[in-house]
């Protein structure tokens, strides 16, 4: 099929599937996966309460995979969960500035032959068509 006759559906799948791969191929080496980087990188900025957390990543996961991720950070020592909700220790705040530099290099690739005008229009363009379907959807 010609590139031009897919379907954007087709191109966002496509994409998603190959970030999951991708990620997962450069954070392998830390035995784990882009679930546990999105985890990882939610509390970079400070404690997360629970239920915002699983709220962000919602959309990244199938059910009782983010328990999973928490839980195995909680093993590892790179994750607390207390009254201030879930935060990174100072070994998960290493290990997030470790994995931080590979993703950020697939983030680099991703965006390889693109401006930075094309990069933030296409975002604004998927922003906006999310917001089209959700409105058709009624969730806005």
Do not use: C
Request: charged share 30%; no cysteine.
């Amino acid at each position: 099929m010609d590139p031009e006759q897919r379907p954007i559906g087709w191109w966002v799948k496509r994409l998603d599937t190959l970030l999951d791969e991708a990620v997962d191929a450069v954070v392998a080496g830390e035995e784990l996966t882009r679930r546990h980087w999105q985890v990882l990188h939610s509390l970079a900025e400070g404690p997360v309460q629970e239920p915002a957390l699983h709220t962000g990543l919602g959309d990244f996961r199938s059910p009782g995979d983010l328990a999973v991720v928490v839980a195995d950070l909680i093993g590892r020592g790179w994750v607390v969960s207390g009254h201030r909700g879930v935060t990174l220790t100072p070994d998960g705040v290493l290990a997030h500035d470790r994995v931080a530099r590979s993703v950020g290099r697939i983030r680099r690739h991703v965006a390889d032959g693109l401006s930075r005008q094309e990069y933030e229009r296409t975002i604004l363009v998927l922003d906006r068509m999310v917001e089209n379907v959700e409105r058709a959807l009624g969730r806005r």
